[in-house]
């Protein structure tokens, strides 16, 4: 069963969405969504891979491991974790 329900993502959502995202956003990530799995990467970690979502500072990828081999996907409804990852922004 996917610790990530449709609840967790949108909220995960909404929160790397806002205008004032910054990475102060993910602090308190584990006390939020316990049992949600949270990886944070460099962009070049994960080049070539598609996001699920794109926002202006942040691109979330979701991560499934329903066969014990952890894989992206772009299934919410298999997703068990996310990575995200901060975008450069321009000074």
């Known amino acids: 069963m996917s610790a990530l329900t449709t609840e967790n993502l949108a909220q995960i959502e909404a929160l790397l969405s806002a205008p004032d995202a910054d990475a102060s956003v993910l602090a ?3 006390q939020r969504f ?3 799995s949270l990886t944070r990467c460099d962009p070049s970690d994960v ?7 794109e926002f ?10 329903v066969n014990h081999c952890v894989t992206m996907t772009r299934d919410p409804a298999v ?5 995200v990852v901060q975008n450069k922004v321009s000074p």
Do not use: M, Q, W
């Open 34 to 36: 316990p049992g949600v």
């Open 79 to 83: 997703a068990t974790g996310i990575i």
């Open 47 to 53: 080049d070539g891979e598609r996001p699920y979502k």
């Open 56 to 65: 202006s500072r942040f691109n979330l990828f979701l991560v499934s491991a």
């Open 28 to 30: 308190d990530f584990r």
